[in-house]
């Protein structure tokens, strides 16, 4: 299996083969910034697996939501970028119950 590294070289290899302009800083481990009609925005992502990332039988839904908020913006702060909204993924083994 590939590592993270590599996995991340990979995919940037296939868009550097396509440059734009408006990415200001590229594909990476953090995240990306991308220049817009009014200003710049950066797009960072990172998933969250039960299990693996978080267990649900040790944290709250608070606790792993806020742990996820914590990895995605660690990333856009690691690029010296400010957030004023935040996408998160996760992916658990069953359903998730509506309410913490």
């Given at each position: 299996?590939?590592?993270?590294?590599?996995?991340?070289?990979a995919v940037k290899a296939i868009f550097e083969s396509a440059p734009d302009d408006r990415v200001l800083i590229g594909i990476g481990d953090d995240g990306a910034v991308i220049a817009q009609d009014k200003g710049k925005v950066v797009l960072a992502t990172d998933i969250a697996i039960e299990g693996t990332h978080f267990h649900?039988?040790?944290?709250?839904?608070?606790?792993?939501?806020?742990?996820?908020?914590?990895?995605?913006?660690?990333?856009?702060?690691a690029i010296d970028r400010k957030s004023t909204r935040l996408n998160s993924s996760h992916i658990t083994r069953s359903r998730m119950p509506s309410s913490a």
């Open positions: 299996m590939a590592s993270e590294s590599e996995l991340i070289a649900r039988d040790w944290s709250s839904l608070f606790e792993i939501g806020a742990k996820i908020t914590a990895a995605n913006l660690a990333d856009i702060y």
